[in-house]
């Protein structure tokens, strides 16, 4: 719908991209490689968004199939 015209102001299709100012996290994919990477992001959503409740980390998990 954006591409058609519906939908206006959208990133990327009639909106440019607005770099943030003070990102939150940033994960700089030139340097790190790809273990590096998502061990930053790792960390940074089990230190952002911990749920107590859960009692386990995202890195514990078993995400076999």
């Not at 089990?46 to 009692?55: L, N, V, W």
């Amino acid at each position: 719908r954006a591409r058609q015209g519906t939908v206006k102001g959208y990133t990327g299709v009639d909106a440019p991209y607005e770099e943030p100012e003070k990102p939150d996290l940033v994960v700089d994919t030139g340097r790190l490689d790809i273990t590096e990477a998502v061990d930053r992001l790792i960390e940074f959503v089990e230190t952002r968004f911990s749920d107590p409740r859960i009692g386990v980390k995202a890195a514990e998990l078993d995400w076999s199939v």
